[in-house]
Every structure is written in structure tokens, then in C-alpha cells.
Nanobody, 115 residues
Framework: QVQLVESGGGLVQPGGSLRLSCAAS?????????MGWYRQAPGKQRELVAH???????TYPDSVKGRFTISRDNAKKTVNLQMNSLKPEDTAVYYC????????WGQGTQVTVSS
């Protein structure tokens, strides 16, 4: 059974940093999946914040470009999201997604940016 488990969320002051991690288990070909981090704030639609292909190409929306960095470690079956210069509008539940023949989602981790 495939599982994606996010960790690293929490409360941080504006301008601070957090590093989220997503660990995959039960996934035989992790390296073949494109991976994404998404977020969903209360009352808003879920949105993509970072994407990394199986070959390591990354893309970001303008809202986080230059502040967020996605990376992956195929040997450890993990994908990370380094978030710097956090803003209150980054507050959301952050989800990890594996995109392949079948999509998998994690359960999410809360990130709150507040003073």
C-alpha cells in the first residue's frame, strides 16, 4: 500500500523558514513519479506550489518563485520543500502528491505564518 507522509509543518513568524518533507512508502518506482507540493487555505482551492519531474526539472508559480525550493532524494524516497521568507498568505495545509499512472496524496501538514 502506497503512503505519502508529510512532516515539518508548524507555526513560524513572517520572514521565517520551514522545511517540509514527504516520505513515500510502498512505492516501488518512486524515481519514475513526478512529485508536487500543493497547498489549500481555508475557503480556497488547492493550488500547486512546487513541482519536480522524475528527471529533476522544477517549476513554481510566481507567488512562491525565489522563496520556495523543491528537491527530491530518490534513494530515500523523499521530496522536500524548503520555504524561506514566509508570508502570512502562505498559511495553509500543505500536501504532497505523486503523479503517475495513479496519483497519490499525503494527508497534509499545517503551516501557519503569523506573528
Amino acid at each position: 500500500q502506497v503512503q505519502l507522509v508529510e512532516s515539518g509543518g508548524g507555526l513560524v513568524q513572517p520572514g521565517g523558514s520551514l522545511r517540509l518533507s514527504c516520505a513515500a512508502s510502498g512505492m516501488n518506482f518512486f524515481g519514475a513519479y513526478n512529485m508536487g507540493w500543493y497547498r489549500q487555505a481555508p475557503g480556497k482551492q488547492r493550488e500547486l506550489v512546487a513541482h519536480i519531474t522524475s528527471t529533476g526539472t522544477t517549476t513554481y508559480p510566481d507567488s512562491v518563485k525565489g522563496r520556495f525550493t523543491i528537491s527530491r532524494d530518490n534513494a530515500k524516497k523523499t521530496v522536500n520543500l524548503q520555504m524561506n521568507s514566509l508570508k502570512p498568505e502562505d498559511t495553509a495545509v500543505y500536501y504532497c502528491r505523486a503523479v503517475g499512472a495513479v496519483d497519490y496524496w499525503g494527508q497534509g501538514t499545517q503551516v501557519t505564518v503569523s506573528s
